[in-house]
């Protein structure tokens, strides 16, 4: 006989019976875990104080943040319903294959994942660009240690970077390839780490004296340097513009270069149950969580010194004039907290939790192009080598051994041009291969009516007569195309986009299409099966 | 012998859409033969209250649904069946009655579920039948015993559990449809050593295992074909750090047995989370995995040719 399920007192929706796969949703609050991972509280924590501040002198940090944070719902919204719609690894890539076009959806997935690689490794080249000179340098001030500093100009120049790089990524692929549950533990402390990190930030700044900020200063980076620094800036060209029309503007471009992740989770959406709440309540928590984190840091930091020095500080830092001349800058939060609090447990922990969330940050890029990797090996698209799981680790060593040698080429990126190229490329790069799935998320309602229908109910909400996910598509694909028009308009913020860059897109994408049209002839001639029909649509009898 | 084209899916859970489609991708990609590797029937019915003329309610994934006219009422109630679920008109007393009597909700449910495979069955006869085309339809450890009577009685239906047949001259089919134990101590679900004993049973029938299908229901262990989220004793799902915890579910009699028969194919369910395919030796196991509740089709089709698989491809629609 069927034995039943007890349904909730009072309730009359569902008579269950006892069967498998009846188990809980994970929590919101883990999907947010995941979120903030992956936005990172490390190398998305600098940018708001190093970087967009010296880009919009005068523009508010916190309005900034704000601005693009609220531009950021309206793309994890689209990503929610796109893991929703599919929920399984690569959600984005296999919903753009089945309703748009399977050669165009892999083509930017490909781009994408071999881009996200890439910026894994300029990720990992911050170790040794900020983490390690900024402790190092610290310390070699405070204790009077010459080798220290000079050890954190050669870890800064380009020999470090390549060589502290490499090792970086080494040991990155070296804990991607232990067991799942190892890396998560790894991943975990790293979490925890990275909050206590903030925690200290927060400690040293907020018990600092705003008076004794410039004192402070000066003794790590030269007497009259503090007093000095919005002249100097000026002097090479900063100009202050506390607009709002500025501010809004420098919003609209910030968001993905700051809160970039959040909606990462959608590439495991076949790990998430009830995808359909989990991913929006995990991906918005996650953007509000970080949003709050940064603006605390704004806040406390500028109770020690203006928004104009801040601006200067990272004005300095950018402005190829500056550089040339020799100019040392240090714009970076963690380097305030140590020159006001110059204690080496905290500098040394605040360091160690940078370095160590760094590489768990490379770690969840990773791990999300090996999970995309084994959707290709699903569809047959790429050979069954490069998803094969060792017995013993239960890892996919050759994948991640594929995206550790790409991370290694994004780390001499890093090092023969900005740290900054190419997260800055892969920012304009990342959107536009996501115009494919975000197209696609758009028109599901249109070009696939019955999957809509048997969609749930929150892919299946509507604004009037509209689909709701049309109109929220609309908005996410007008502020995408904004995002890519701005890298043409801003080359500070886009990374300086031209047809050198472009070239290496378009060859990005050709190849995807000859992987994909390489593949599917391989098939059919050799195996009988063609790769299209993983695509197609099967009307039901 | 040319080639045989093998289609096959597992873990429909009641999914009306999942099986239509199953059959549609049949006549589409023009399979010679179907597998059904269990997990046929339904989780829940959805209980649609009748509260007065042309006034309907019910609740559907946390939805108030209150169709008004027969159309919305049957649209609702196809809605229902598409994602797996049984859909029952009830007075508001049926309902009250049938809570308050477990043994009468079970029995009632037990109906259900014989009755839309007998539908299923009908419908794969009538379509399947013409073309000379064979179903092969096996029950998995969360169907009910009484299902299997359910799949008997048609021409060009089978029920490869525990028995052989031949799909075509060169290829034979053995079928098992119980599972190690789980956490839901479902109705076919066995320890390990029984289910040990019952595969050696169903090993013991082949003629030429190296050119033979085997269609069990539970994945071997650790192979990739079986992992699924760690859970934990209140059957919530373990995460750390942001991360699902995942963990190897299948069987490892299972393994044991496909690394010593050395079958040409084995077909697996069971755990939806995790479709894929893997070579143990010179077996290529399958899981085609299951999105039943989304009402997507996940199936997988095989190319056998002269006592080897030609080829093979994981579809989903």
């Not at chain 1, 967009?52 to 601005?67: C, D, M, Q, R």
């Not at chain 1, 753009?96 to 071999?114: C, D, E, N």
């Not at chain 1, 990272?314 to 001349?325: M, T, V």
């Not at chain 1, 594929?402 to 900005?418: K, N, P, R, Y």
Request: one cysteine or more.
């Amino acid at each position: 006989m069927t034995e039943m399920v007890a349904p909730a007192g009072g309730e009359r929706k569902l008579y269950a019976r006892k069967s498998s796969g009846l188990i809980r949703t994970i929590g919101v609050f883990g999907a947010m875990v995941f979120g903030v991972h992956c936005i990172s509280l490390s190398s998305s924590g600098l940018i708001p104080y190093s970087w967009i501040a010296g880009v919009w002198p005068g523009s508010s940090i916190i309005g900034v943040l704000t601005v693009a944070a609220i531009f950021c719902l309206f793309h994890a919204y689209t990503y929610a319903t796109i893991g929703a719609t599919m929920p399984r690894s690569a959600a984005d890539y296999t919903l753009a294959s089945r309703v748009l076009s399977p050669p165009l959806a892999f083509a930017a997935s490909w781009t994408l994942v071999i881009f996200s690689a890439m910026v894994a490794g300029a990720l990992i080249a911050w170790i040794p660009t900020v983490a390690l000179p900024t402790l190092t340098r610290s310390m070699g001030i405070v204790f009077s240690s010459p080798s220290l500093v000079s050890f954190a100009d050669w870890s800064a120049s380009r020999t470090g970077i390549i060589a502290i790089g490499t090792v970086c990524a080494l040991i990155t692929f070296g804990t991607m390839i232990l067991p799942t549950r190892t890396i998560v533990r790894i991943l975990q402390v790293g979490f925890f780490l990275g909050l206590g990190a903030w925690v200290v930030l927060y400690f040293q700044l907020g018990t600092a004296s705003a008076s004794a900020f410039p004192a402070a200063w000066d003794r790590f980076m030269g007497a009259g340097s503090y007093a000095g620094r919005i002249a100097l800036a000026e002097q090479y060209g900063m100009q202050v513009n506390p607009n709002v029309a500025v501010m809004t503007l420098a919003g609209l471009i910030m968001g993905f270069w700051v809160f970039y992740g959040y909606y990462i989770p959608t590439f495991f959406a076949g790990e998430v149950k009830q995808a359909e709440n989990t991913l929006l309540a995990g991906s918005w928590a996650s953007l509000i969580v970080t949003w709050a984190i940064f603006v605390l840091g704004a806040l406390l930091l500028q109770r020690l010194v203006p928004l104009e020095w801040i601006a200067a500080e990272s004005y300095l830092s950018q402005s190829p004039d500056a550089i040339g001349a020799g100019v040392g800058a240090m714009p970076y939060i963690t380097f305030y907290a140590a020159v006001v609090s110059p204690s080496f447990p905290l500098v040394l922990l605040v360091a160690v939790a940078w370095i160590y969330t760094l590489i768990n940050l490379a770690q969840t890029y990773f791990f999300y192009c090996s999970r995309i990797i084994f959707a290709w090996s699903f569809d047959r698209l790429i050979p069954e080598f490069v998803s094969w799981v060792h017995p013993r680790l239960h890892s996919p060593i050759w994948a991640i051994l594929i995206i550790t040698a790409i991370a290694e080429i994004g780390i001499i990126d890093a090092a023969t041009g900005s740290v900054m190229g190419a997260q800055l490329n892969f920012v304009f790069f990342a959107v536009v291969t996501m115009f494919v799935p975000v197209i696609a998320m758009t028109l599901f309602p249109y070009l696939k009516p019955d999957l809509f229908q048997n969609a749930s109910a929150m892919v299946r909400r509507r604004l009037g007569p509209v689909p709701l996910i049309t109109v929220v598509g609309v908005i996410t694909l007008s502020y995408m195309t904004w995002m890519v028009v701005a890298s043409f308009l801003y080359p500070a913020v886009g990374g300086g986009i031209n047809s050198t860059k472009l070239g290496v897109l378009a060859g990005l994408v050709i190849t995807g299409l000859l992987v994909f049209y390489g593949a599917r002839t391989y098939r059919l001639r050799t195996e009988g099966v063609d790769i299209a029909w993983t695509f197609q649509s099967v009307p039901p009898v | 012998m040319g080639m045989t084209r093998l289609l096959y899916a597992s873990d429909f859970h009641g999914s009306e859409a999942f099986f239509r489609k199953f059959l549609g991708a049949a006549l589409q990609y023009q399979a010679n033969a179907l597998i059904v590797g269990g997990d046929v029937t339904g989780k829940a019915m959805i209980p649609i209250l009748h509260k007065g003329p042309d006034r309907y309610e019910a609740a559907l994934f946390n939805r108030r649904e209150t169709p008004s006219t027969p159309e919305a009422l049957e649209h609702l109630q196809q809605t229902i069946a598409n994602v797996g679920f049984y859909p029952i008109v009830l007075e508001p007393d049926e309902a009250a009655e049938l809570e308050a009597d477990p043994v009468r909700m079970g029995t009632r449910f037990e109906q259900e579920m014989i009755g839309r495979v007998r539908l299923w069955m009908n419908l794969a006869e009538a379509t399947l039948g013409p073309r000379g085309v064979h179903l092969y339809f096996m029950c998995g450890n969360d169907d009910l015993a009484s299902i299997d009577a359910a799949i008997e009685g048609h021409e060009h239906i089978h029920n490869p559990d525990g028995r052989r047949h031949w799909i075509d001259d060169d290829h034979e089919l053995v079928g098992l449809s119980l599972a190690n134990m789980t956490p839901w101590k479902c109705a076919r679900d066995s320890e390990e050593d029984e289910l040990a004993r019952r595969l050696d049973q169903v090993a013991g029938l082949l003629e030429a295992p190296e050119r033979a299908v085997m269609v069990i229901h539970v994945p071997p262990f650790d192979s990739g074909l079986d992992v699924c989220p760690e859970l934990d004793e209140n059957l919530q799902i373990v995460h750390r750090g942001g991360h699902v915890l995942m963990k190897p579910a299948g069987s490892p009699a299972v393994r044991r047995m496909i690394e010593r028969v050395q079958p040409l194919l084995t077909l697996h369910g069971h755990i939806h989370e995790s479709p894929g395919h893997v070579r143990l030796g010179r077996t290529l196991a399958i899981n085609a995995g299951s999105e039943y509740a989304e009402g997507i089709m996940k199936a997988a089709i095989i190319n056998l040719e002269r006592g080897r698989v030609k080829g093979h491809i994981l579809i989903s629609g």
